[in-house]
T-cell receptor, first 116, second 111 residues
Framework: DGGITQSPKYLFRKEGQNVTLSCEQN?????MYWYRQDPGQGLRLIYY???????QKGDIAEGYSVSREKKESFPLTVTSAQKNPTAFYLC???????????????FGDGTRLSIL | ELKVEQNPLFLSMQEGKNYTIYCNYS?????LYWYRQDPGKSLESLFV?????AVKQEGRLMASLDTKARLSTLHITAAVHDLSATYFC???????????FGTGTSLTVIP
């Protein structure tokens, strides 16, 4: 079955440490996204990528970095510059078709990141 | 900046009752999506509305889109406990592949 796989499910970060969250999709989608969700809040866009080797900052990119070397993969690194990283991180993908071909985003199961 | 507002933010309703969740957005778009999120879980797509006047129904949920009013509604008919979840609407605009999410409506259905 096609889908999005995020790993790990739970992650703990020490002070001053960078951590990387994995996101892999086998849906053949061109576009991929990273969102942050804080308790009781909506989704805020961190980064998105519409094509391999290209990505754009979202609303809260500071303290995060991404790469898109393969169509299937869009890892997110939470750097030590992100002072409040505790949150639920969701990866999503979508087609880039418009008009009646437009499809909703597909989401992974998320990674819950906490500070030790 | 595109803004997407939902109301109410919190909704507690009795089983068997009807209610409507509203989603307003601030710029032109004819593509709107509704998602459901259970506590601690990911988002599940419910409806995709791709034109003015679009109406989709699945079970006790019905979604509609009025692009002229920049408004979508999610109507709940005869609520049951299984519908308890947080519901998000999202909009994407013509120029890009960026989706803008509403604040979410946390629905609790009380027996």
């Amino acid at each position: 079955d096609g889908g999005i796989t995020q790993s790990p499910k739970y992650l703990f970060r020490k002070e001053g440490q960078n951590v990387t969250l994995s996101c892999e999709q086998n849906l053949n989608h061109d576009a991929m996204y990273w969102y942050r969700q804080d308790p009781g809040q909506g989704l805020r866009l961190i980064y998105y990528s519409q094509i391999v080797n290209d990505f754009q900052k979202g609303d809260i990119a500071e303290g995060y970095s991404v790469s898109r070397e393969k169509k299937e993969s869009f890892p997110l690194t939470v750097t030590s510059a992100q002072k409040n990283p505790t949150a639920f991180y969701l990866c999503a993908s979508s087609t880039t078709l418009l008009g009646q071909g437009r499809q909703p985003q597909h989401f992974g199961d998320g990674t819950r990141l906490s500070i030790l | 900046e595109l803004k997407v507002e939902q109301n109410p933010l919190f909704l507690s309703m009795q089983e068997g009752k009807n209610y409507t969740i509203y989603c307003n957005y601030s710029t032109t778009s004819d593509r709107l999506y509704w998602y459901r999120q259970d506590p601690g879980k990911s988002l599940e797509s419910l409806f995709v509305l791709l034109s003015n006047g679009a109406v989709k129904q699945e079970g006790r949920l019905m979604a509609s889109l009025d692009t002229k009013a920049r408004l979508s509604t999610l109507h709940i008919t005869a609520a049951v406990h299984d519908l308890s979840a947080t519901y998000f609407c999202a909009v994407d605009i013509f120029t890009g592949n960026q989706f803008y999410f509403g604040t979410g409506t946390s629905l609790t259905v009380i027996p």
